[in-house]
């Protein structure tokens, strides 16, 4: 029936067109635009090209330069990869990131792992729509104060690609293998994105956007840095609602009050203050007051969701799972897939005080079994399904003893 809503392909001016079947009534002209050539003259806000032209890399690099804030990051002179890379002809070099991201392996596996309940009903929030409403609210902000939109939504999508199965719990389980142990942040941008050869200024985003870690180097870095505690205090908050294990009468009045009951009001009340904040002091950070609340309803979350009886059991389950799951293919090394690309730390820059890329070469896996990091490599990969299949087919693990959700 789809199919044949098309009728035919129309050749105009030497373009293929699709032909809808009812062309008397709706001829595919009205779906039509007139493309106009791409100017080549130097672009300005005053002078900036018609929404039908073909607005090429080097085109909105200028305008970049011209439109963003004062201290954002410009994709002009940016782009420095492990691997050099001639520029794309049409997208900037963070565009480019952003593309690559959402079109890798390890982002799709977002969908199948913890971000609070292990095994998500339908409404539940996995790591996968955790990163959409990252970048919702790093976008949102960056937009509104001029900085580099496509940097900030790159570091969004890409910032929790290094989380093993399981949620956090997966850190605690692979961490004593390795020498200087697991942090999804590091372990994201220097060995699960490491194939995609991504930017400097992206990968140091990814690298530092939890807040143990050491300071972004981008001021986009440190807006996804705030957007990420924000998203995640407000949709899991959400999340345990909707189940049942908090109500709202347990809110706090500090965070009731001030940032409001609902997900949307908080994230709004989130984002604006961020915003003013922004533009009052010049500072990437919030108010007193806010800052105050959303610090509170963090800790309301690991009281009542995050470390609650039920979440420390099957954090306990997930970490004897995984690690189970690291000494049986230490053993069976030749049940690893052939393609490890991601299991060593590759060369890549760093950026500096004076955000000046430096190519650097992380030795942290120096001291670690090889065999010891290619298992744990392919366990972080994995998705939370997948690992616990892998538990009883491998292990002989029973169905009743793994993780029931919530």
């Not at 940016?78 to 593309?99: H, K």
């Not at 690559?100 to 539940?124: E, M, N």
């Not at 070469?361 to 090889?370: E, N, P, Y």
Request: one cysteine or more; charged letters at 20%; glycine letters at 6%.
């Amino acid at each position: 029936m789809w199919t044949g809503t098309m009728e035919s392909i129309v050749a105009d001016n030497g373009i293929a067109l699709p032909c809808a079947k009812n062309i008397d009534s709706h001829p595919y002209a009205q779906a039509c635009i007139q493309p106009i050539s791409s100017s080549t003259s130097t672009l300005s806000p005053t002078n900036t090209p018609s929404p039908t032209s073909e607005v090429k890399r080097l085109e909105r690099e200028q305008l970049e330069t011209a439109l963003l804030a004062r201290g954002a990051t410009v994709s002009n002179g940016s782009g420095n990869r492990a691997i050099a890379e001639a520029p794309d002809p049409l997208r900037t070099c963070f565009e480019r990131d952003r593309d690559r991201i959402i079109h890798s392996p390890a982002f799709r596996r977002l969908a199948g792992k913890t971000q609070v309940f292990i095994f998500p009903d339908d409404y539940q929030r996995t790591r996968l729509t955790h990163a959409l409403e990252v970048a919702q609210v790093a976008t949102a902000i960056s937009r509104a104060v001029g900085l580099n939109v496509a940097l900030s939504e790159a570091i969004a999508l890409g910032h929790d690609c290094g989380h093993g199965p399981g949620g956090h719990a997966s850190e605690d389980a692979l961490s004593p293998f390795l020498v200087d142990g697991f942090d999804h942040a590091p372990w994201g941008a220097d060995v699960t994105l490491a194939p995609l050869n991504l930017c400097a200024e992206t990968l140091d985003g990814i690298r530092n956007h939890s807040w143990t870690r050491p300071m972004p180097s981008t001021p986009e870095g440190m807006v996804v840095r705030w957007a990420d505690r924000c998203a995640y205090c407000a949709h899991d908050l959400d999340d345990a609602l909707h189940s049942g294990i908090v109500s709202l009468s347990q809110l706090p009045a500090s965070v009731s009050e001030v940032v409001g009951t609902t997900r949307s009001q908080q994230l709004n009340t989130f984002i604006r203050d961020i915003i003013d904040s922004i533009f009052t002091t010049g500072i990437i950070g919030m108010s007193n007051q806010v800052a105050h609340a959303l610090g509170e309803l963090r800790r309301f979350n690991y009281e009542h969701i995050y470390n609650r009886e039920e979440s420390v059991v099957q954090g306990e389950i997930v970490i004897n799972v995984l690690q189970a799951l690291v000494n049986y293919f230490v053993e069976h090394t030749d049940e690893l897939p052939n393609d490890m690309n991601g299991y060593d730390y590759r060369k890549h820059y760093t950026l500096n005080f004076n955000k000046e890329p430096t190519l650097t070469s992380t030795l942290i896996d120096k001291g670690d079994d090889q065999a010891v990091r290619k298992a744990v490599s392919y366990i972080a990969g994995m998705t939370d399904k997948f690992a616990f299949k892998l538990a009883i087919e491998k292990l002989g693990w029973k169905e009743s003893k793994l993780p029931n959700g919530v």
